[in-house]
């Protein structure tokens, strides 16, 4: 899967408001996925909740199965 590709499917189901901060998103995380390739590593992504936490709820899947989308790249 190429670049475009990538930021095309990670861009999926995300709303931003505002077309200006949508492209400036789409932007960073293209030069983020071209900066990773270009170095040979993966790309690191983070998102702050322990995963093990009884503190956790529904409302975490929806960052959690981005984060999946990550993963499966």
Do not use: W
């Amino acid at each position: 899967m190429n670049i475009d590709e990538q930021v095309e499917l990670l861009m999926q189901g995300t709303e931003y408001g505002d077309e200006d901060l949508k492209q400036a998103m789409t932007a960073e995380l293209r030069e983020r996925l071209l900066l990773a390739e270009k170095e040979g590593r993966p790309l690191r992504v983070y998102c702050g909740y322990d995963p093990t936490s009884t503190d956790l709820h529904l409302g975490h899947t929806i960052s959690m199965r981005k984060l999946r989308q990550f993963q499966d790249l």
